[in-house]
């Protein structure tokens, strides 16, 4: 069965921009986390929807926001793109979200690089 | 969220077995244990997850200490294709928490 996507996989913004990233999930997945990875933060939570209703949110600003549809894909946006935003953006599906019983594996997708100028 | 220590680097020569160590003391008698691996330019994918006894599954062996305050990720025969960094995350639920990992070097 088909991976995780994600679109676009390389983006090039200029600061004060907004972006939008977009990722589809496993089939049959309905949860949708997105991270964030750079050089000096390493891999961090940004949030996570699950049946179009954000779950869980990281410890980012409100410029970082996202949404799920009814299809379980899944987008997120960087309004007033900063410098500091140019990262790897993963997202992640699974079929289980927080709070469910059971094991849940995350399946990762290859990520959007974005380099913002 | 429970924090995590690893080494940043080991090094292991190919088809020899690897160790990978992970304190993880703060852990919540619900957390499973959760390895990930990164290769380069790919995204994190799973490798094996624990609770409380050791597991073991095609990829690797996974080695829970009594207290569940440290666990032990066991390479049985490392490959050229391990070369990755390797993320132990203790947790429950989907919002994980990624130290810096121990980036594994496969000497051919």
């Known amino acids: 069965k088909a991976g995780v996507t994600q679109t676009p996989r390389y983006l090039i913004k200029t600061r004060g921009q907004q972006v939008t990233l977009s990722c589809s999930p496993i089939s049959g997945h309905r949860s949708v986390s997105w991270y964030q990875q750079t050089p000096g933060q390493g891999l961090q939570f940004l949030f996570e929807y699950f049946s179009e209703t954000q779950r869980n949110k990281g410890n980012f600003p409100g410029r970082f926001s996202g949404r799920q549809f009814s299809n379980s894909r899944s987008e997120m946006n960087v309004s007033t793109l900063e410098l500091g935003d140019s990262a790897l953006y993963l997202c992640?599906?699974?079929?289980?979200?927080?709070?469910?019983?059971?094991?849940?594996?995350?399946?990762f997708g290859p990520g959007t690089r974005l380099t913002v100028l | 969220d429970a924090k995590t220590t690893q080494p940043n680097s080991m090094e292991s020569n190919e088809e020899e077995p690897v160790h990978l160590p992970c304190n993880h003391s703060t852990i919540s008698g619900t957390d499973y244990i959760h390895w990930y691996r990164q290769l380069p330019s790919q995204g994190p994918e799973y490798v094996i997850h624990?609770?409380?006894s050791n597991v073991n599954n095609r990829m690797a062996s996974l080695a829970i200490a009594e207290d569940r305050k440290s666990s032990t990720l066991i390479l049985h025969r490392a490959t050229l294709r391990d070369a990755a960094v390797y993320y132990c995350i203790p947790g429950t639920g989907n919002q994980f928490y990624f130290g810096t990992g121990t980036s594994l070097t496969v000497i051919p």
């Open positions: 992640a599906s699974s079929l289980l979200s927080t709070g469910l019983a059971g094991y849940n594996e995350q399946f």
């Open positions: 624990g609770l409380t």
